[in-house]
């Protein structure tokens, strides 16, 4: 039994941790496409260079190659009884080429995993977030405890103020993404994914296949939920 899963949702919806659990408990690896670009970093042929160039300019990656990629990747060992999808396909012509790439080795798409989270909670979890070196990770606005949140008024009073984050016990100052302190940029993130992410919906639902989840609630309980909903396969 194969089992190839998709996972979408919008920023904030928790699916790195939960693609995580889906790997350690099905044992079928995530798939990550902008992972698998980003590594090309390492590479200089002129394919690597190109996708860096396109990658740079906040473009997508043309089908052709990005298509072209994910076969190599599920053709690795580690791949062969399935893999989590994270960030493919992102447009129909990706979605219908997987669908024939599965269907020429005897597999499908078992689940479409939509991460469902409202996009003003994704906006806070976003612009509210912090972490630490270990990579543990705190909220101002909704996991707050044994740190000390702040925002500070720069001198200059034409910008706005700036979280600053410390935990209480040790004094360690908390780390947040730049991309995430600008309102703007987590802005463009989310109306990005409604633009891509609404026809494909769409294009899986009249499938059959799309399982909706709510990811507003504990990691445990989405985790729950997404066992429950892979089990119906
Ligand atoms: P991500 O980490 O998913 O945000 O992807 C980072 C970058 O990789 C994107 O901005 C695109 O340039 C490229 N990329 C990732 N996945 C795809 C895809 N399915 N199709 C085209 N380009 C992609």
Redesign the pocket.
């Known amino acids: 039994m194969s089992l190839y899963v998709i996972l979408m949702g919008v920023q904030g919806a928790g699916k790195g941790l939960q693609a995580k659990l889906i790997e350690d408990h099905y044992g079928i690896p995530q798939v ?3 992972d698998l ?1 980003r590594a090309m970093r390492r590479r200089q042929d002129e394919l690597a260079r190109k996708v860096q160039d ?2 740079a300019s ?4 043309d089908d052709d190659t ?1 298509n072209a990629i994910v076969a190599d990747r599920l053709a690795q060992p580690d791949a062969r009884t399935g893999v989590i999808l994270d ?4 447009n129909q012509i ?1 979605a219908a080429f997987l669908e024939r790439h599965l269907q020429e080795k005897c597999a499908r798409v078992n689940a479409v995993l939509l991460l469902e989270l409202e996009l003003y909670v994704a906006f806070k979890r976003a612009f509210g977030r912090v972490s630490a070196g270990d990579g543990a990770s705190f909220n101002c606005y909704y996991n707050a405890d044994g740190v000390d949140f702040r925002w500070e008024s720069p001198a200059d009073s034409a910008y706005p103020p700036r979280l600053t984050a410390t935990v209480s016990a040790s004094g360690e100052n908390l780390r947040r993404r730049p991309d995430d302190a600008s309102g703007d940029a987590i802005i463009k993130r989310i109306d990005t994914y409604l633009e891509t992410t609404q026809p494909l919906i769409s294009y899986f639902e009249a499938k059959g296949i799309v399982r909706k989840i709510n990811a507003d609630q504990s990691i445990e309980a989405v985790w729950r939920d997404i066992r429950r909903a892979l089990a119906t396969n």
Do not use: D, E, K
């Open positions: 990550s496409t902008g670009f396109i990658m906040g473009q997508l990656v990005t960030g493919y396909p992102r990706q």
